[in-house]
């Protein structure tokens, strides 16, 4: 099967580096900033079959390929991508049971996507990222740097877990004793 390519040419002040995960969605970096990405791309035929798609990175611009002929799909064909911005928490809500006050940080579909995007570089600058957005969003006194640890353990390593119990209770034991705790330092 070949296909048809679609150039979307992305527009930053600075200069902007595409980068295509594992799971076939991109992050846009704009030197160690990340300004937003796109979802694995999708495509359709009439029939609602999907068709096989991807994207490649051709001269600075994000480029779909869908493949479709030759593939005995039912036309027209859509293909659109879906792109984000940059916010990766979606919420945070105070919560007091019984131990004491938490957070829960619910994250957003663009961090699910980002945090399991793959390399090692863009790994560590979207949980760094998390990080400074939950210090940006969170008001004092709830803003501690044990609560900053925590949610920076639950980025490196439980990832997908949503949401975060960030419980404002505990010590403040530094990095390395809140992830030998599991995130849960006491």
């Known amino acids: 099967m070949s296909g048809d390519r679609f150039s979307y040419d992305l527009q930053s002040p600075g200069n902007l580096l ?30 609602g079959v999907e068709v096989p798609t991807h994207y490649v990175v051709e001269d ?11 593939g005995g799909f039912t036309y027209p064909i859509i293909a659109d991508p879906t792109y984000y911005g940059e ?26 996507t980002t ?19 939950f210090a940006r969003i969170t008001p004092s ?5 044990g609560a900053r640890q925590q949610v920076s353990c639950h980025a490196y390593y439980a990832t997908l877990k949503d949401p975060w119990n960030i419980e404002l209770w505990r ?7 809140t992830v030998a705790a599991a995130c849960n330092p006491s």
């Open 60 to 70: 600075g611009a994000l480029v779909q390929v869908v493949d479709h002929i030759g």
């Open 171 to 177: 010590p403040t034991v530094g990095e390395a004793a």
């Open 18 to 47: 595409i980068e295509i995960g594992d799971n076939g969605g991109t992050l846009f970096l704009d030197d160690d900033n990340v300004v937003g990405g796109a979802y694995a791309p999708w495509a359709v035929d009439a029939a």
């Open 115 to 133: 945090a399991t995007f793959g390399g090692t570089v863009i790994s560590i600058t979207v949980r760094n990222h998390v990080t400074d957005e």
């Open 141 to 145: 006194p709830w803003d501690t740097t």
């Open 87 to 112: 916010s990766l928490i979606s919420s945070v809500v105070t919560r007091n049971p019984a131990a004491g006050r938490e957070l829960s940080v619910h994250t957003s579909t663009w961090w699910k």
